[in-house]
């Protein structure tokens, strides 16, 4: 957990490059829609924003 934790949200996106899934592993290829964390304010360079699957992320989205 945590400070940024709260300031993250889900966005639906098409992806320009190539992507893994955070929670399955499965590769999101080009032109594919997934889901991304997204937060407003710039976090440390630490900080690491995940991308789903869409069938993955759709469990986490709003």
Same mark, same amino acid.
């Given at each position: 957990? *945590? =400070?940024?934790d709260? !300031? =993250?949200?889900?966005? @639906?996106? @098409?992806? &320009?490059i190539q992507?893994? /899934?955070?929670? /399955?592993? &499965?590769y999101?290829e080009?032109?594919?829609?997934?889901? @991304? $964390? &997204?937060?407003?304010?710039k %976090?440390? %360079?630490? +900080?690491? !924003?995940? $991308? +789903?699957?869409? =069938? /993955?992320?759709? *469990? !986490?989205? %709003?």
């Amino acid at each position: 957990m *945590t =400070k940024y934790d709260d !300031l =993250k949200y889900i966005i @639906k996106m @098409k992806a &320009k490059i190539q992507h893994s /899934c955070h929670q /399955c592993g &499965k590769y999101i290829e080009v032109g594919e829609l997934y889901y @991304k $964390e &997204k937060i407003d304010v710039k %976090p440390s %360079p630490n +900080f690491i !924003l995940r $991308e +789903f699957y869409e =069938k /993955c992320g759709s *469990t !986490l989205a %709003p």
